[in-house]
């Protein structure tokens, strides 16, 4: 198949250095953007094409660049891949599966915003034979097999109970190492963890766009709409974590004052811990009780959950086969491994296609 | 896709009940055996499937069965399902796909037997376009989506450092009995956990088979083989924890004598928990020092092995992209999570067929 990207940052950099890598066979990446220009290449793209990309001189709007692939869909199956987070390319899928492109994306916002949008690529991106193809497995977990699995659940006809995972990579690291059970481990105050976090580079810019639950509803609503819910953001409970104070102030201050809301979940924590349990950020969906939620959860010590390291992301699969949860963790963030999601993503259209 | 399944017992059975309830419209059983007669149908077959083969006068032989499926490849891709854990059978797969149909199945032996058998596998289905298509997620962990993820991470060029998990069901439930850091747990003879997996139809008939690792040794085979290792029975090192003096024993006598060596294994139990370990009966594939192994090795506490509950199957893939290994899993075991697996492949052969 050919590949024509819209967004080169790090994940599209990624992935085109893994197509050249292991130089692929199948894939043959012929078109890239960024939000300025493009370029389109009768060949396949080489090592070189960042500085091919920097003099390229076709000026970018989705409409131009679409006009452009006309040649690659004559002579291939060609598949759009969007590694923007943005919106608006999101809602331009339905104009090139109508188009016969297929699309492959890491950007959630075409799965969790609206519903209407979800539902217009659903409706054009059917399975029947012959129609457009769309995979978005590095939207949860980035490369870890979630939402295959799912759909697997799904399309056997199991019944899904509950999903239920910690999805955020930064809030796994702050709750994995704020709160815990490992007696031998230095007590730490929450706002040093954030702190840690985000000089680490763990967080966004401002680590309330972690906090406040919103990236991990965005999960929740995707992993519930292939499970077939038509969830929304107002559908979803979310618990924000971020002190209602410290909500409208700038970034700087929220980072300056956030110590002062350390005994709050110290106290939250210490709650836990006599209990024999542990502070983490999950997200659920719910389809027997209809409560899907994010919230700050407790789980004792023998629960998977309990013992999840790093930046880690874990999710659950309770379903009538599964009773005892089928089980999926590891790295659910990083250029390397959304990256890897996505390649996984386009082999299964070439496959499909060829 | 039409499917042709030869073995019916209860994989096979609970495969074609799951896709009566699920009414699919891709996929259409017309072909049943069992190893003395079989039935082909014309139309897809239903619940009384059962009682149509019974009273099939058609004998059964692997070529007779093969040619009564001539008109069905006419009309449709076509996919032999293997339900046995025969050898006869699968040393018939090249056999199959030469003629071209494809095939799927939770029979270990054609990825776990003669290297050569499974080298001809793979050089006709090589995955080219129009070549016949072999699926077996369910040869390892059942229904887990073990194969297709260790698949995903090969083609897409990820270097595979090592495999390693708890891939018998029997075993899983064994030691997590037997070997726990709870310090409320009843401790508990070896033997007798032994005892009641049998009775809870945990087991083989006899556990030797069980216990000896070959069940063990031919999934670390087939996850060696996915990741490109030649691996075979005698490249594999395979602890057999049954006592050397109970191999040649009747099953009742093997039974009866076990507790004699219930000190044996307490003793490796309270050195491992002295330490802060559980044990645990492991698979390795260890591609870069070439050691690939079956062992009963120890785990501490916060090891998610260690945390296993029930006769779960787990399996952790340490990569490039994955230094914090991407881990699954679940249930590992029984007819409806194994029907689940090979239904998952059928159906992506429709989708690539289509």
Redesign the interface.
Known sequence: VNVAIVGVGLVGSEFIA?VI??QSKKIAVVAVANSRQFLTSPTPLTASWKTDLASASKAFTLDAFTASLAASKATNPTVVLDCTSNENVAAYYPTWLEAGFHVVTPNKKAFSGDLSLYKKIKEIAN?A?GAPLVYHESTVGA???VI??LN??V????KITKIEGIFSGTLSYIFNNFSTL?ASAEPVQFSKVVSVAKDLGYTEPDPRDDLNGMDVARKVIILGRVAGLDLTQETVNVENIVPESLRSLSSEEFMKKLPEFDSHFEKLNKEAIQNGQVLRYVGLVDPIHGKSSVTLARYPA?H?FA?L??S?NIIAFTT???P????????GAGA??TA?GI??DI?KIA??T?
Chains 1, 2 share one sequence.
């Not at 399309?155 to 199991?158: E, P, W, Y």
């Not at 005892?324 to 790295?331: A, D, E, M, R, T």
Request: proline share 9%; net charge negative.
């Open positions: 893994q890598a292991t399975g034979p490369g870890l097999p295959n699995t697997d659940l399309n056997t006809g199991d490992d023998s998977p013992s390291k790093g880690d009538e086969r599964f005892s949860p089928l089980i999926i963790q590891g790295s390397a491994v890897f390649y996984s082999l496959e499909r060829q």
